[in-house]
């Protein structure tokens, strides 16, 4: 029983963090779509301020309008 008990309190812990970082998150999101100018077609969330290289896969980026 008790064991039931610690379980549930851990989820309900780690369910309340995450759910802060997902809200962090978003706001860091947000910041980052005003600086990304260049992304990459197959790479959504490389995001660059300049032209340049995907680092996953070594495309070009392109503008992101």
Excluded: F, W
């Amino acid at each position: 029983m008790k064991r039931i008990i610690i379980i549930c309190l851990v989820m309900a812990l780690s369910a309340c963090e995450s759910k802060h970082t997902t809200q962090q998150s978003s706001s860091q999101d947000k910041h980052q779509q005003k600086l990304c100018k260049y992304t990459c077609t197959m790479h959504a969330s490389v995001c660059e301020d300049k032209p340049g290289t995907c680092p996953k896969c070594g495309m070009d980026l392109v503008e992101k309008n």
